[in-house]
């Protein structure tokens, strides 16, 4: 067992959760409910599907939340067109290929969004493992797909770094038993450490980012 970085997708390898909020502003706004940004960050930021529509339109019967589901991820894919990865991450993961860790992606995003996003970035082949939450029997804030990505990588949760921007997936990297670090790209620096990320930080290149990777790979309390 060694460690391994595990990496959300939105919001973290790519700020794309300006598209996500456009898309399901506009799918709930034909059912008369008004998202703004910050129930947004709260309330659907990183939770699945199935969480987002108890919350925001609870009345949907379980065929019509799955065609708004379906309709949102349509949008989506039409607005997610022109990406780019996250800024310095392509230099921070070529210093992790340095350190001989492996590393994948943990995510709620279903499959067909993931495929076209890391392709998107250029990243498709770069990561060892794609964990996709609602191919499980729970997705996150649960702790399943942190431990799988665990499993299926070799990894040590006590050895093992995770990376997030939202709330539900900062609550199930650290009940998987990982350190956290926190990307401000949707809530304040000190409303991901209140979750528990360890550290909280703009972008990859931020210089407390390695510093911290590195002692968490080794073990050592950062």
């Known amino acids: 067992m060694s460690g391994v970085l595990l990496f959300d997708l939105d919001g973290t390898l790519l700020d794309i959760d300006h598209l996500h909020y456009e898309a399901w502003r506009q799918q709930v706004a034909r059912l008369g409910v008004a998202l703004d940004p910050q129930r947004y960050r709260t309330q659907v930021m990183g939770f699945p599907n199935e969480t987002i529509l108890a919350d925001l339109v609870p009345a949907l019967s379980r065929e019509e939340g799955a065609a708004l589901v379906e309709a949102k991820e349509v949008l989506f894919r039409s607005l997610a067109t022109d990406l780019v990865p996250a800024e310095g991450l392509l230099d921070f993961l070529g210093w992790v290929d340095n350190t001989g860790a492996r590393y994948g992606v943990v995510t709620n995003a279903p499959r067909p969004n993931a495929e076209q996003e890391l392709a998107g970035i250029g990243l498709a082949e770069r990561f060892a493992t794609v964990v996709i939450g609602d191919e499980l029997a729970h997705a996150k804030p649960h702790p399943l797909p942190y431990l799988v990505g665990l499993e299926r990588l070799g990894g040590s949760a006590a050895h093992s770094v995770a990376f997030e921007d939202s709330i539900s997936g900062i609550r199930a990297a ?30 990859f290149d931020d210089p407390r980012l390695r510093p911290f990777v590195a002692a968490c790979l080794e073990g050592v309390p950062a």
């Open 174 to 203: 650290v009940a998987a038993g990982l350190a956290v670090v926190g990307l401000t790209t949707g809530l304040p620096a000190e409303r991901l450490l209140q979750e528990g990320a360890g550290l909280a930080i703009p972008h």
